[in-house]
């Protein structure tokens, strides 16, 4: 099994996150908040590039890639904090019509699930319901909810639904474990994201703050917080990057079970790096205008997605 990024994957990892770079700055995606956490036009640049139909074959109108580069992107994703659906639209790439090119946003939800919360539905053109018997679409404007006031994630607004119809079914149980497990992963790479951006974040910021006229990077409290960010963030990699190969080439070893353990991994790293992140910035770590409180609620919120670290936990546990 090789872990190593080889030429062609540095580049694509390089190129999205010079694409995220320029069209997702940090004042961008605060911006978006007051937009359903979605922008159309950022949302078709954001097809422009593949990233919907990464994993689809060429001749489907995708980029013909797997697992193993799909990880990759959304671990940038993840650390740019790109907004939006684009999980649940890259899953639907291929099912859905117009997803893979961005003309419609695709969001989803879990069942059972009690209760009912749907992320970004007024942004959303469909939503594809996850289930035991498989996937069933249903139309956006289908679906009414009470939108949640204040939710964890600002970026990630939120509606509570009572119920919703039945959609079309567009896939049978096989296919949606094959989400689940597909997803579980993509969600730790974000995740991963999450985390090795809060290292970064994190260490800028001890190089420039000063306190008894020296960087607070230089006390050894401090020291040993990064240090213990930058260890969780390199295991996650780890645990992430081989999910990712397993699932390309299950013969290295059991997909299943490397789903689990990266998004326990990667969810943990995630959670505690963004907690990390905010006590190194002391006191202003917990303002509003500061970008620490972002990656942790963003963190909060993907922990949830295809299960909690409690379930992975659980579901490793079992596999032992």
Not at 38 to 55: H, K, N, Q, Y
Not at 106 to 121: C, S, Y
Not at 125 to 131: E, F, G, N, P, S
Not at 173 to 197: C, H, K, M, N
Request: hydrophobic share 50%.
């Amino acid at each position: 099994m090789d872990f190593d990024v080889n030429e062609d994957e540095a580049a694509l990892q390089e190129g999205i996150r010079s694409f995220c770079a320029g069209r997702f700055d940090m004042e961008t995606v605060r911006g978006l908040a007051d937009s359903a956490g979605v922008d159309r036009g950022l949302w078709r640049e954001l097809a422009d590039t593949g990233v919907f139909g990464l994993r689809l074959p060429e001749a489907d109108g995708g980029v013909g890639l797997g697992m193993t580069e799909a990880v990759l992107v959304f671990e940038e994703l993840g650390r740019a904090l790109v907004p939006g659906p684009v999980l649940a639209t890259h899953l639907a790439s291929g099912l859905v019509d117009g997803a893979v090119t961005g003309e419609r946003v695709i969001g989803l939800v879990e069942r059972p699930a009690h209760p009912i919360l749907v992320e970004h539905l007024d942004a959303l053109d469909a939503l594809v319901v996850v289930d035991d018997d498989g996937l069933h679409l249903v139309e956006a404007d289908a679906v009414s909810g009470e939108p949640v006031g204040h939710p964890l994630d600002p970026l990630t607004p939120l509606h509570v639904v009572a119920d919703l119809p039945a959609g079309e079914a567009i896939g049978g149980p096989e296919d949606a474990a094959r989400w689940r497990l597909e997803g579980s992963v993509l969600a730790a790479a974000q995740l991963l994201g999450i985390a090795g951006a809060t290292v970064e974040l994190g260490t800028a910021y001890a190089k420039e703050r000063e306190q008894f006229g020296k960087p607070i990077g230089t006390f050894q409290a401090v020291k040993h917080i990064l240090a213990d960010m930058l260890t969780r963030a390199e295991v996650a990699r780890a645990a992430v990057y081989a999910a990712g190969v397993t699932i390309d080439d299950p013969s290295v070893g059991d997909p299943v079970r490397a789903a689990h353990g990266a998004k326990l991994i990667a969810g943990e790293a995630g959670i505690a790096n963004g907690k990390a992140c905010i006590q190194v910035h002391g006191g202003m770590g917990f303002t509003w205008e500061v970008d620490a409180h972002l990656y942790l609620k963003r963190a909060f919120v993907l922990d949830t997605v295809f299960g909690g670290g409690d379930m992975h936990a659980e579901a490793m546990a079992a596999l032992v």
